[in-house]
């Protein structure tokens, strides 16, 4: 069975950081491109940051740039969000996804074929 499951959330004051982590069971990771989103209550989930099968792209949104960064570990079949300098509006359910065999990655939900169960970031003022 495939799956994704997120981990690393919790809460955290403002200018805290965190590690969230995107673990694959019953297949690898490394022939898959790989998106973080979030969603907040009441509102749309949105794309926060992708990272490609080859590692050689990468976006983030704008809300996010300068201070998350997303990695990947093909050997521990894991790819990191890690999220510094965080802020109120940060909060929200964060989600992994994986597509197979893309060599880009996209913001766009559709281009998922996996999703994980999301995690909870809050962050508190």
């Known amino acids: 069975q495939l799956q994704l499951v997120e981990s690393g959330g919790g809460l955290v004051q403002l200018g805290g950081s965190l590690r969230l982590s995107c673990a694959a069971s019953?297949?690898?990771?490394?022939?898959?491109?790989i998106g973080w989103f979030r969603q907040a209550p009441g509102k749309e989930r949105e794309g926060v940051s992708c990272i490609s099968s080859s590692r050689s792209i990468t976006y983030y949104a704008d809300s996010v740039k300068g201070r998350f960064t997303i990695s990947r570990d093909n050997a521990k079949n894991t790819v990191y969000l890690q999220m510094n300098s965080l802020k109120p509006e940060d909060t929200a359910v964060y989600y992994c996804?994986?597509?197979?065999?893309?060599?880009?990655?996209?913001?766009?939900?559709?281009?998922?074929?996996?999703w994980g169960q999301g995690t909870q970031v809050t962050v508190s003022s």
């Open positions: 019953g297949f690898t990771l490394d022939y898959y491109s």
């Open positions: 996804a994986a597509d197979y065999g893309a060599y880009v990655c996209s913001f766009q939900r559709s281009f998922y074929d996996y």
